[in-house]
């Protein structure tokens, strides 16, 4: 009986040490569940940026029950930095298209809204990337959410241990907000896609160039806990052309001519990381959000529009995550 | 900054010196430096050589290590923190000459990322080289100036061109044609960042900003 008693204690213990080792404890770190029966995620070929992008994506959007009707609806693109013929940001044409889709579909209004990480002076991101000249065009306003106003706001899930962040007003009191990552591979955190283009929303003028209080609490954990507390709507993630290898500055153009829809960042996540051959359940994000904030099991994604196929040859990695291959 | 001409700021001022020394990257902690000299080596980096971070907890940055030199430099020799502040600016400024990137200039702070060179920014660049004045002379600060020089040219947006404007003049470079162009720039009646606007006005009153900012011709 001693023995067993001390066998308990001992196995115990050692649980918690390894709990505490890993970062990742017993208990359930978020305050609600918030993971839908069923999630939708619809696959779009298309191989080339051209105008053909909007009639595309109108036609992928009936593929959901949307109801965007007299709402404000803030895309948020990754727009990061630019360098010439490198695939880093979510090309404009796509930006420009799902703006004008959700306002056929009735938005009360549409706005592009983002905080790059690397470069202090958005504006100039907006110049160089081509940005500004189509947003002009198409008269479609831009926030910067490095400068936006902010309200400190409680973490709605607790794996980072900040507790709390100052976020940008826009994206908290946003009524239908659209994750629009560029589908791109990362050497910090694996893989960049609807949940990490959320860091976007953390502005600089509060944490700074880069942000790197999130990458000291932990990207994984960073994500978890932002994207608990600021709900995506929707995801059209960019994957037309895509990046791999050392990103999401300096890996390499990767052609895979799809673009993703998803009701459900998860899925849409989870989905994504199929596409360029890798396996989501290796990547700690999305496998613990799949415990409360989605789905990522294939059994309970509804996929509509293109088969799911993995590509022959898996997105390269840098070293450091290259368990992540199927 | 703001405050150096202000008599009565004066104990204030002394306030924000000690804290300015005793505030650093974490990677001046000797676990961090033994980290990232053995078993962190993604980022090219010498932890040595330690500034200031833009938040408490992390690691240091070019900006807030550029403006942190900047407001050191004009602690009055009275003050009584003369050999600390030597120190923490010898050390800044070798952490400047750290993070620069390979082809010159500076970017947020990361040169070279799992080996690859990153690119320079302007903005950035343009803070380094102001914190630099002193060390013009170097030819990492002579290649990074002729970066700015050939960038500037080109930009469009004002924030950027504003610090360029400031950090060419600081090393006595012609700064007239990039002025008149910032100063014909159409959004500037629209700009809401107050951060841009400061930047403008100081890079069109070239000579009284950087005396504000401690840098003499």
Redesign the interface.
Known sequence: MRNSRREFVVGVAGLGAGEIISGWSLFPKYQHDRRPKRSRVAILNLNAYSEKIGEMLDRGLTLFPLDVRNKAVVLKPNLV?Y?PGQAINTHHLLVVAAAESFRRLGAKSVCVAEGPG????T??V??ESGYERWLREQRIRFL?LN?DHLRRIRLEANYSGMKYLWLPRTMLEAEFLVSMPKMKTH?WSGVTLSMKNMFGTVPG?R????K??L??RGIQESILDICATVPVHFVIADGIVAMEG?GP??GSPRSLGKIVLADDPVAADATCVRLMGLEPRRIRYIYESAKFLGNSATRIIDQVGEPLVRPQTSFQL?P?WSHLRT | MALSDSVPATPSRLKGYEWLIGFSG?EANWFWKWKFRTTDR?VRFDPDQYGW???P???S?V??TSFSILALKQAPCTCGLFEPIRLRLERGTKMLLDRACPSGGW??GNGV??G?P??P????TAVALLALTAQKDLPLVRQSLRYLEGTASR??????LAWAVLALAAHQRPVNSLQSRLSAFAELRHIE?T??LAAVCLALECRGSLSMLGIHS
């Open positions: 930095d360098a690397h470069q202090r002076d504006q100039l907006l110049e910067d400068r050497h003028i944490y700074g160039w880069p790197n209080i990458h000291w050392n500055l300096q840098v450091a | 974490k993604k971070p833009w938040f907890g992390t690691v940055w900006v807030p970017n947020a990322v799992y690859a990153l690119a920014h302007p903005d950035d930009l469009r947006a004002p924030a950027s960042d951060g841009t």
